[in-house]
């Protein structure tokens, strides 16, 4: 698939999830490219068919780019439970178990999934695999990231700190930690592996995402049209 098709396939994901967005839902949005698409149709459907509904933005990357689509924010805080939530992802396997996080907002992106009633995962086909075995973003705590890397090369990955593209040194997320890539091959048994990770003190969180399969709607956008895979 190339960078066109790839765009167009994205497109068609993120725009199908938009017009499942009814007026007055608070809807959860998620960091990355494919998102993105779905917050320019919400824009849309907000500009021309004056669609009524409130954002809770997963980063500082998304709150910009819904400002900029006119969808007006709020927080957790406000609004504990959502209706729904869009969010992409790296990796979706058939169980519908993800990887998330290569954008580094798979912390809040995780709290957003838990606290909406439904999640609409958007990707395009590439990220439709049989096993998971993308690497494992995990946010770790700067003060603990040695300690933390240890464990998880105990767990059988080479951690590797995330460091940033446009300039040096390590990636820092939105909520002031740092990223440590791990790469754990084909994931077997990614309950057990998320679990584990989750006891390492300093571990913040993972983007393996196994808990919300009954919620979770996968949009796989195609060149024309879309997919949509669920369990319920
Ligand atoms: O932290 C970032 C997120 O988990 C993204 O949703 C994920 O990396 C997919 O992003 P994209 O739609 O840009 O491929």
Do not use: W
């Amino acid at each position: 698939m190339d960078k066109a098709q790839q765009a167009a396939s994205k497109r068609n994901a993120g725009y199908h999830a938009a017009e499942m967005i009814k007026d007055g839902m608070v809807i959860g949005l998620g960091t990355g490219s494919t998102v993105f698409f779905a917050m320019e149709r919400l824009g849309e459907r907000i500009a021309e068919d004056g669609l009524s509904i409130t954002g809770v933005p997963t980063s500082y990357q998304a709150a910009i780019r819904a400002r900029r689509y006119g969808i007006p924010l709020s927080s957790l805080d406000e609004h504990p439970k959502l209706d729904t939530a869009i969010d992409g992802a790296d990796q979706a396997d058939p169980d519908l178990r993800l990887i998330k996080g290569r954008g580094a907002a798979l912390l809040r992106e995780k709290c957003v999934c838990d606290a909406a009633r439904e999640v609409l995962i958007v990707v395009d086909p590439t990220k439709m695999v049989e096993t998971l075995n993308a690497p494992v973003p995990v946010e770790v705590l700067p003060f603990a990231s040695a300690p933390v890397s240890r464990r998880l090369a105990a767990l059988g990955a080479s951690p590797v700190l995330r460091e940033g593209v446009k300039k040096d040194g390590p990636v820092v997320t939105d909520n002031g930690n740092f990223i440590l890539d791990c790469d754990f091959g084909a994931i077997m048994d990614p309950e057990s592996l998320e679990t584990a990770i989750a006891a390492i003190p300093g571990a913040l969180e993972c983007g393996l995402f196994t808990a919300y399969r009954e919620k979770i709607t996968v949009i796989v956008g195609e060149e024309k049209g879309c997919r949509v895979v669920s369990l319920h």
